[in-house]
Structure formats: structure tokens, C-alpha cells
């Protein structure tokens, strides 16, 4: 089984930007998919941005133009780029790996925007 570690929330005031990080422990190409979820309080997980095994990426529309997802190959990291960060993108953010028949999810990882 996948296993993800997340790193890279914190705090970061509003307009500001963070990088979270999601290390896998296999390929990452194997996969078919890499996702970025996130769930405010009381709100529900909602898929942010996703890259497929080939490349190809789709966004939140709430996150497109601000956010940015991309993967190191050698690291076996996927990344998210988070720019001109809103009070409303304040979450906890989730890395998935996509496999077959399955989905393994990361720890979670807070971000939390301020003004």
C-alpha cells in the first residue's frame, strides 16, 4: 500500500503563498492520478486540483490561476503551489494517490490563511 506524507501548511496572511509537498512511497508514475483535497470546518472534502499519470492536470474553479500542481519524478513528490492565498482556502489539506480499485489518503496537512 502507498503511503503519503504531507508537508508544507502553516500559517500564511492573506495575499501570501505555500508549497505543501506530498511524498509518496512508490513511483508516483505507477499511480494514476495524484490529488489534492481539502476540508474547511464544517464543510465537506472537496477535490482542489488533480495530475494524472500522463501529465495532465484540472483545478478547483475556486483555486484556478492561484493554485498549481506538478510532480518531481526523482523525488516521487507531488506538489501544490498555493498563490494569493485567500481567508476561504484556510483547510485541511489531503493528499490521495489514485490507484485501481483504490485510493490512499495522506494525514492532512492545515493551512490556515489569516488577515
Known amino acids: 500500500q502507498v503511503q503519503l506524507v504531507e508537508s508544507g501548511g502553516g500559517l500564511v496572511q492573506a495575499g501570501g503563498s505555500l508549497r505543501l509537498s506530498c511524498a509518496a512511497s512508490?513511483?508516483?508514475?505507477?499511480?494514476?492520478?495524484m490529488e489534492w483535497y481539502r476540508q474547511a470546518p464544517g464543510k465537506q472534502r472537496e477535490l482542489v486540483a488533480k495530475i494524472t499519470s500522463g501529465g495532465g492536470t484540472n483545478y478547483a474553479d475556486s483555486v484556478k490561476g492561484r493554485f498549481t500542481i506538478s510532480r518531481d519524478r526523482a523525488k516521487n513528490t507531488v506538489y501544490l503551489r498555493m498563490n494569493s492565498l485567500k481567508l476561504e482556502d484556510t483547510a485541511v489539506y489531503y493528499c490521495?494517490?489514485?490507484?485501481?480499485?483504490?485510493?490512499?489518503w495522506g494525514q492532512g496537512i492545515q493551512v490556515t490563511v489569516s488577515l
Open positions: 512508490t513511483n508516483i508514475f505507477w499511480l494514476n492520478a
Open positions: 490521495a494517490a489514485v490507484e485501481v480499485g483504490a485510493t490512499t
